[in-house]
Nanobody, 123 residues
Framework: QLQLVESGGGLVQPGGSLRLSCAASGFTLDYYTIGWFRQAPGKEREGVSC????????YYTDSVKGRFTISRDNAKNTVYLQMNSLKPEDTAVYYC????????????????WGRGTQVTVSS
């Protein structure tokens, strides 16, 4: 059974850092396009970052460029989202999602979703 589990969320002060993890089971994550999304209360889910198959290409939404970094650890079958210089507007539930090998980084490509992890940035 293909499964994604996020972890690493929590409460952090503005300017702080968190590293989110997305652990996969039931498939080899390296072959898949992996995206990180977030959804704040009352807002639509938005794409934050994406790593295409084998990490060949990465993308970031403008609001997180220079602050967030997506990476893969194939030995652990895990994708990370390193988040630095966090701002209150980064507060949201963060989700990882997987799209079949070769997929583009578009929302309609994703077939498998985790349940999310809460990130709260507040003083």
């Amino acid at each position: 059974q293909l499964q994604l589990v996020e972890s690493g969320g929590g409460l952090v002060q503005p300017g702080g850092s968190l590293r989110l993890s997305c652990a996969a089971s039931g498939f080899t994550l390296d072959y898949y396009t992996i995206g990180w999304f977030r959804q704040a209360p009352g807002k639509e889910r938005e794409g934050v970052s994406c790593s295409r198959s084998r990490g060949s290409t990465t993308y970031y939404t403008d609001s997180v460029k220079g602050r967030f970094t997506i990476s893969r650890d194939n030995a652990k079958n895990t994708v990370y989202l390193q988040m630095n210089s966090l701002k209150p507007e980064d507060t949201a539930v963060y989700y990882c999602a997987a799209a079949p090998p070769g997929s583009m980084c578009v929302k309609t490509s994703y077939k498998y979703w985790g349940r999310g992890t809460q990130v709260t940035v507040s003083s």
